[in-house]
């Protein structure tokens, strides 16, 4: 997928369309400076309580034992209409 995002780059810096990603662990070293690049928040979505919480991205080994999962780029500037939960 990072592929196809990179591919989009200049759409999405000029959009800033909010982006559903399955999020894996080989795909976090290239995702971390994507988002910085571009302005992008990474967040994951807590069901049971209907928020979305920041993802933390590169714990170190806890990195590796993350199973793959939905995670949501949210350009920065629109992540504060979000009902976000810090844990």
Do not use: M, W
């Amino acid at each position: 997928e990072y592929e196809a995002l990179g591919g989009f780059r200049q759409t999405i810096g000029a959009c800033r369309p909010s982006i559903l990603v399955e999020f894996s662990a080989s795909l976090a070293d290239k995702l971390v400076p994507f988002c910085n690049e571009l302005a992008y928040s990474v967040y994951s979505y807590d069901n049971l309580n209907d928020r979305f919480v920041p993802f933390q991205i590169g714990r170190g080994t806890q990195l590796h034992s993350t199973p793959p999962g939905n995670i949501f780029l949210i350009p920065t500037e629109k992540a504060d209409g979000l009902p976000i939960g810090l844990d």
